[in-house]
């Protein structure tokens, strides 16, 4: 499978560079001279390419190209015409300003899957450009992020991009088996507002409780604080049945991540109350039934927190594992960074890289069991332009000279003559 890959940032790089990860043939066209924006993003190490940049596009080949230059046009005509799936993330109606509409792809390749992401549907905002905590304002996120008393907050996890690039990787594969049975491609559009309410929908059905009463596994319930008319913001409430909250650990005073997520699991809870040291919570009309609990949560937390600030994150993980109760300690970026395990399996992969040397990323989360992903380094800009137009569309050397002159790929060459 091939990839026309016109996307930039992170949320199209996310979804070819899964597919890459597949083994699909990833050709990443870039803007002579500049290439995708984030090349130059957040840069660490001065002249070499961004982690930004290198963490997105790993496995791709890179090719330089003008795509408003008449030549450039033409060269991505070649390209439409030997590909299988268009993926793009331009702001909306760029790409059928380059005069790439879909009518115009479809009639050069008709088995070509055109995928897309924007910002939002068809509606009011359309024509919005938006990023990544755009959209989790957007799609209902932020609203239910945070706590109560403090105002709406974005998450570290990119849902809106990286979320929406697998949403879009998902899409493309369907389409594609899809184009095995009709022979033609389709469209495929993502909204990354659509895709984090996706992503949301445990607050969707919240709120559609709502009218059938307070949310009782909210900590506000059992607080006697009233609920508004729309989900609100949950702190470290589980979204799920069981009651969870997020603990102090020893340590905590100095370390910002000495904290483990507990969940009161209601099978577990006699464990719960054993380990605590509050074995009379087991009989107690109080504590030994769920509903009881709900409006306790506040207490109860705060009673199983004076034990887990006796012990570190990982004790309290070691000690409630063996007896089945679920907890999972607040890892930071370091401690997943040195993890043995992570590194073991392929999720967190050291890579190394001709300008910026050796640096870590996150390898396919996604593991087959007969199509192991290798993580390749990502392309310098432009660096199989040659090797793409040669070799993958058939030019002749002399014509690739004219493309180099022309301008569409580089820098026009200036002939002697004319440099004299
Ligand atoms: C992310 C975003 C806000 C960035 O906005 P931006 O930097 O202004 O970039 P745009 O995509 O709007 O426009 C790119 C311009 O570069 C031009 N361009 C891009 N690649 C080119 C190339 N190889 N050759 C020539 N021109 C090129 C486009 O034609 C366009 O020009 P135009 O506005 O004159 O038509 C916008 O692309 C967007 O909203 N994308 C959709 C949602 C999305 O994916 N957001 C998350 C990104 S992680």
């Not at 190490?45 to 790993?58: E, G, I, K, Q, R």
């Not at 033409?74 to 109606?93: A, Q, S, Y």
């Not at 073991?344 to 890579?351: A, I, R, W």
Request: charged residues 25%; positive net charge; proline residues 7%.
């Amino acid at each position: 499978m091939r990839i026309l890959d016109l996307s930039h940032v992170q949320a199209g790089p996310t979804c070819t560079q899964m597919l890459a990860w597949f083994g699909a043939d990833v050709i990443k066209v870039e803007r002579p001279g500049i290439g995708d924006i984030t090349r130059g993003q957040l840069r660490d190490v001065p002249n070499a390419d961004s982690l930004y940049f290198t963490m997105l596009n790993h496995n791709k080949r890179s090719i330089t190209l003008d795509t408003k230059h008449p030549k450039g046009k033409e060269v991505l005509d070649r390209l439409v015409k030997i590909c299988d799936v268009l993926v793009e993330n331009f702001g909306p109606g760029v790409l059928d300003r380059m005069g790439y509409t879909w009518e115009y792809i479809h009639k050069l390749n008709p088995r070509m899957i055109v995928a897309s992401i924007k910002g939002f549907g068809p509606g009011p905002y359309e024509d919005c450009k938006v990023y990544e905590n755009i959209a989790q304002c957007a799609g209902g996120a932020a609203s239910t992020t945070g706590f109560r008393e403090g105002p709406p907050l974005v998450t570290g996890a990119q849902i809106g991009d990286s979320g929406n690039g697998l949403h879009l990787s998902i899409g493309i594969i369907t389409a594609l088996y899809q184009r095995l049975r009709t022979g033609r491609g389709q469209r495929v559009n993502i909204a990354m507002q659509d895709g984090v309410l996706n992503l949301c929908r445990v607050k969707l059905r919240d709120q559609q409780r709502l009218k059938h009463g307070p949310l009782t596994e909210y900590r506000q319930f059992g607080e006697g604080i009233p609920f508004g008319k729309a989900v609100p913001r949950s702190g470290n409430d589980s979204g799920g049945g069981q009651p969870g909250w997020i603990l102090k650990c020893k340590g905590w005073e100095n370390d910002p991540d000495a904290y483990i997520y507990f969940i009161t699991q209601a099978p577990v809870w006699e464990a719960i109350c054993d380990v605590i040291g509050k074995p009379e919570w087991k009989t107690h009309p109080d504590y030994a039934k769920p509903p009881a609990r709900l409006p306790r949560l506040k207490h109860i937390f705060a009673t199983i927190e004076q034990w887990t600030m006796t012990k570190d994150k990982f004790e309290v993980m070691e000690i409630c594992n063996k007896i089945d109760i679920p907890v999972g300690p607040i890892l930071s970026m370091k401690d997943l960074a040195e993890e043995p395990s992570l590194r073991k399996t392929g999720t967190v992969v050291e890579v190394d890289h001709p300008t910026r040397g050796k640096y870590l990323s996150v390898g396919n989360p996604i593991k087959l069991s007969d199509s192991i992903s290798e993580v390749k380094r990502s392309p310098l800009l432009g660096e199989h332009t040659e090797e793409i137009l040669g070799k993958v569309l058939g030019y002749s050397a002399k014509d690739i000279t004219e493309i180099k002159q022309s301008g569409a790929v580089s820098a026009p060459q200036k002939t002697r003559s004319a440099a004299a």
